[in-house]
């Protein structure tokens, strides 16, 4: 059964998919539930057995939401019922990501210092001084380059700030409430916004959607706490709720 692309929970009128989860919860030994389509309290309750006793499919721990995300589908129905999304919805977003990827393994010297001769590029670009936050900086730097290929404008506003990096975007906005309810509108080459207090926060890019977990590429962050090296990295397994603002996607 491949997952529907939207969340399933209380009330759902899937009557298809719920009648499938209804199936495996019971072959799985979380029931008896009916297997009726009906996603009732007793279907609620058995899903959050089946997440109390089971793992996701990295075998780190479900959350007893009672919620049938992607990650949930994932452990129910095996990895395979799950479709990955791994093409941009545009060539902007292709090109971005490229880019994007040529950056991996830059790095900040010295590390933490939010600083350094080959970061100094994404500073420059965004119009912020060294020796500030620059995730979105470069982001920035990267639809810089891009647009510039495809001789264009750059749709992102010029900042280093992610806040307003969100608050001043012209593109499409997908919220962490809309992305979490249909997982299957992310889509590799939008920029995700993190928000880490007041006026702060983190950006990157989805580069696939898979098993209702994200691979991102991100400036500013250690992939790698034993070495403490800061800079542009991959990173795998971020789960879409730790999106806490939301995606933009550009055109």
Known sequence: M??????????????????????QLNEKGCGPVKVNGDYDLDTCYAVMLFQTRFNDVNGNPLDADGI????????????????????????????????????????EFPAGSNDGPSVYKYHDAAGIASGQRWSMAFVYWCFNQACTNLVMENPVFKTGDVTQGWLKAKGKILTNHDAKLNTSLILPGQVFIISTGPGLGHSGFVEKNENGMLTTIEGNV??????????????????????????????
Do not use: M
């Open 222 to 251: 250690c992939a790698n706490s034993s070495d403490g090296q800061v800079g542009v990295f991959r990173r795998t397994g971020r789960i879409i709720d730790t999106i806490n603002t939301g995606f933009i996607q550009f055109e």
């Open 68 to 107: 049938v995300g992607p990650i949930t589908w994932a452990a129910l129905f095996g990895v395979k019922n799950i479709k990955a999304i791994v093409t941009p919805p545009n060539r902007l977003l292709s090109a971005v990501l490229d880019i994007a990827r040529s950056q991996i393994g830059v790095t």
């Open 2 to 23: 491949t997952y529907p692309g939207y969340t399933i929970q209380q009330h759902a009128v899937d009557i298809t998919s719920v009648k499938a989860i209804q199936q």
